[in-house]
């Protein structure tokens, strides 16, 4: 069964380093989501990528953070400059154009120092 | 912003018996609801769904029962088993909006007793 994929499961960083969170989504899906959930609080959409560009955006997605889809398979969140609120567990999402569901992975755990 | 609301943290229920986990929303426009399954360290598992032209969806053990007029859904797992233990989140969308985030309840932590 198709799954969606991320990597690295956990990583580590100092406060104001540069990160990437990578995402390999099932292969024939179209729209692609970041959600993010703080230890203890609902899991919080953070943006959507459809045809090569963010569809929506919140509040929380904010200049430090970026997405791009590099090739055919994978699908980034950058942050630039991260601050210790950022730490948090990211989790990726894709879903087909016939359905409104989404298919998570397994998420990486964002760790700030 | 708590357009998705779960109220109540957590549910304990004995093996074989029914589990009932609730949902309320505000936002009238959703038309797409979900249910996922949540292990602690693991990414969010796809459960089922419901759109709002019905009222009832059924898959195996699971039932989702939409009321639109109440702006409720629920989740009716039977018979409940200990591998059924997990965080329970509700989440809903609006299917025909550009976009279809998913916007999340807080999460119901489920424990099924042997």
């Known amino acids: 069964e198709p799954e969606v994929t991320q990597t690295p499961s956990h990583q580590v960083t100092q406060m104001g380093q540069e990160v990437i969170l990578r995402c390999v989504p099932i292969s024939n899906h179209l729209y692609f989501y970041w959600y993010r959930q703080i230890l203890g609080q609902k899991v919080e959409f953070l943006v959507s990528f459809y045809n090569n560009e963010i569809s929506e955006k919140s509040e929380i997605f904010d200049d430090q953070f970026s997405v791009e889809r590099p090739d055919g398979s994978n699908f980034t969140l950058k942050i630039r400059s991260t601050k210790l609120e950022d730490s948090a567990m990211y989790f990726c999402?894709?879903?087909?154009?016939?359905?409104?569901?989404?298919?998570f992975g397994p998420g990486t755990r964002l760790t700030v120092l | 912003d708590q357009q998705v609301k779960q109220n109540s943290p957590s549910l304990s229920v004995q093996e074989g018996r029914i589990s009932i986990l609730n949902c309320d929303y505000t936002?009238?426009?959703?038309?797409?609801f979900l249910w996922y399954k949540k292990y602690p360290a693991e990414g969010p598992t796809f459960l089922i769904s419901i759109s709002s032209i019905k009222d009832k969806n059924e898959d195996g053990r699971f039932t989702v029962f939409l009321n639109k007029s109440a702006k409720h859904l629920s989740l009716h797992i039977v018979p409940s088993q200990p591998g059924d233990s997990a965080v329970y989140f509700c989440?809903?969308?609006?299917?025909?909006?550009?976009?279809?985030?998913?916007?999340f309840g807080q999460g119901t932590t489920l424990q099924v007793k042997p």
């Open positions: 936002n009238s426009m959703f038309d797409y």
């Open positions: 999402a894709s879903r087909g154009d016939t359905t409104d569901t989404q298919y």
């Open positions: 989440a809903a969308s609006i299917f025909s909006s550009n976009t279809g985030k998913l916007i």
